[in-house]
């Protein structure tokens, strides 16, 4: 079956530093991946999603994401994050053929000033 | 940009109550979502609907849940009796495409408390 992985569970950065989050996935085929993130009280938002083709990923609020077949990962980086990045981020995997995702653990993101 | 609403967003309940989740997708959506996140863990997938009809469900949707699309606009999801262990954030998902998740939109969750 399907997993996903998000080793960090929480991750402290300073506003206007780097972030990176990172996503493995077991999948067999070359599945379709995205990240959520969920601010409080919020709903899931789609960041980004990876189907094919360019294996890195541009999404909304500046974030990008690679896609690495030989690591099996689809890492989210943005390289300067704002006070309002500070939120809970979710990777997703989803099988070609379905329609239901397959979530991560979360990563909760606290922005320092 | 269009929402998926949810309703109520905070429901308390005994347990071995029944309790009714309310979804209003999007307008021209034809596939609907149920997943929940039981606090500290993961968010799972609990059933999808089309055509009035489900067209998947996980383990965890047993004979206890329902869901229906009572009318044109409603998507429900209905907990006959409640355990302790429904306790979780539910999300309702609408899409207007089947496969792939592609333009998946998710409400901003019901918080169930079973005590």
């Known amino acids: 079956a399907q997993s996903v992985t998000q080793p960090d569970i929480h991750i402290t950065v300073s506003e206007g530093a780097s972030l990176e989050l990172r996503c493995n996935y077991s999948y067999g085929a070359t599945p379709y991946l995205f990240w959520y993130v969920q601010s409080p009280g919020q709903g899931l938002q789609l960041l980004l999603k990876y189907f094919s083709g360019d294996t890195l990923v541009q999404g909304i609020k500046g974030f990008e994401a690679e896609f690495k077949r030989s690591q099996s990962s689809f890492n989210l980086r943005k390289p300067s994050v704002h006070w309002s990045d500070a939120a809970e981020y979710f990777c997703?995997?989803?099988?070609?053929?379905?329609?239901?995702?397959?979530f991560g653990g979360g990563t909760r993101v606290l922005v320092k000033p | 940009e269009p929402e998926v609403t949810q309703t109520p967003s905070h429901q308390v309940t005994q347990m071995g109550q029944e309790v009714i989740l309310r979804c209003v997708p999007i307008?021209?959506?034809?596939?609907f979502y149920w997943y929940r996140q039981i606090l500290g863990q993961k968010v799972e997938f609990l059933v999808s609907?089309?055509?009035?009809?489900?067209?998947?469900k996980s383990e965890i949707f047993d004979d206890q849940f329902s869901v229906e699309r009572p009318d044109g606009s409603n998507f429900t999801l209905k907990i006959r009796s409640t355990k302790l262990e429904d306790s979780a954030m539910y999300f309702c998902?609408?899409?207007?495409?089947?496969?792939?998740?592609?333009?998946?939109?998710f409400g901003s969750g019901t918080q169930l408390s079973v005590l």
């Open positions: 998902a609408s899409s207007d495409v089947g496969r792939t998740n592609e333009k998946l939109f």
């Open positions: 307008s021209n959506h034809l596939y």
């Open positions: 997703a995997v989803v099988e070609a053929a379905g329609n239901k995702l397959t």
């Open positions: 609907f089309y055509n009035n009809e489900i067209s998947e």
